[in-house]
């Protein structure tokens, strides 16, 4: 299993984290995306970007990509740049964008609310082939970007039935967050057969979960369970899914995961102490590991615990 983790969303820390993430072993980091949402982050291509300059290993995901909020052609030519600068590095998580951000976004682009999981469905029908570099046809006209590059992993979020649909049709991985991992084996069995429809085999998955590890007062967790709620998920929910206490322990929520069939996690923390978080993290990445005895891929000898 993979561990992930997420950048910063704004502030002047972004360099430091990442590069601290990359020394502490984790997989990947995530940022989020979006025109106008809930809560403020910068924009994820350039921060991407950023982080492509200042490590060589670790990984770059969206987590994820409103691509219907963008022109096509230009999303496949900031993914390829992005893809240059990083050496292969970038993972592209893509959604349709979520109700919890409003429609504010939309009017600002001009496109409709109501229509962008159909215009995700038409960018992700294309994009492969644009970030290749290939010829191909766009509004009445054949185009070709250059310079080409490997189109990334594609996941697709969400944990309906239209994102599963999409994840079957378009997806290397299917990517759900705050979900329990009854969800995951559920929507598996789902994903199998729907990718069948397609002819393709079963994607991936990665899942991303809200982490607040160590001594943690019960007010912060609370706090964030509100959050969470506002956001659409019901409270019990929010709670259960939440991955709190030790290391160890989250490496026991991380392997039942593991168990249900997810590939990678991707820890989304929302403590203050975002660095000492990482660490901890990372120390349940070794953890899950030694439980999970590298069976389900992952190298353990890539984990670095620097802190110890």
């Known amino acids: 299993m993979d561990i992930g983790i997420t950048l910063p969303g704004h502030g002047h820390d972004i360099v430091a984290y990442a590069q601290h993430a990359e020394g502490l072993g984790l997989e990947s980091l995530w940022h989020g995306d979006h025109l106008i949402p809930v809560n403020p982050y910068l924009d994820s291509t350039l921060v991407h970007a950023t982080a ?9 995901g969206f987590g994820v990509m409103v691509v219907a909020l963008r022109q096509p052609a230009w999303t496949a030519k900031q993914i390829a740049t992005l893809q240059h600068l990083s050496a292969d590095r970038v993972l592209l ?18 496109v409709p609310f109501a229509e962008r999981g159909r215009r995700t469905d038409a960018v992700l029908e294309v994009l492969p082939g644009l970030v290749r570099g290939e010829r191909v046809p766009l509004h009445g006209h054949e185009i070709a970007l ?28 299917w990517y759900p967050a705050f979900v329990p991992h009854r969800a995951v084996v559920s929507g598996l069995g789902q994903l199998g057969r729907l990718a069948a429809e397609y002819g393709r085999p079963r994607p991936g998955v990665t899942v991303g979960v809200g982490v607040a590890l160590g001594d943690v007062p019960a007010s912060v967790i609370d706090a964030r369970i509100k959050g969470m709620t506002d956001y659409g998920l ?14 160890a322990q989250a490496a026991e929520r991380f392997a039942e995961l593991a168990e249900a069939g997810a590939d990678r996690v991707i820890a989304m923390p929302f403590t203050e102490d975002r660095f000492r978080q990482a660490e901890l993290v990372a120390a349940a ?11 389900r891929g992952g190298d353990k000898s890539a984990w670095r615990p620097a802190w110890r």
């Open 285 to 295: 990445g070794v953890a899950v590991m030694d439980q999970l005895g590298g069976q």
């Open 52 to 60: 492509a300059a200042v490590t060589t290993r670790i990984k770059l």
């Open 93 to 110: 998580g893509v959604g349709s964008g979520g109700e919890a951000h409003g429609e504010a976004a939309w009017h600002a682009v001009d």
């Open 146 to 173: 250059s310079p080409g590059a490997t189109m990334p992993p594609v996941l697709v979020g969400g944990g309906g039935k239209a994102a599963l649909r999409r994840a079957a049709r378009f997806g290397d991985h």
């Open 234 to 247: 019901p409270a019990e929910q929010a709670r259960e899914v939440l991955v709190t206490g030790t290391p």
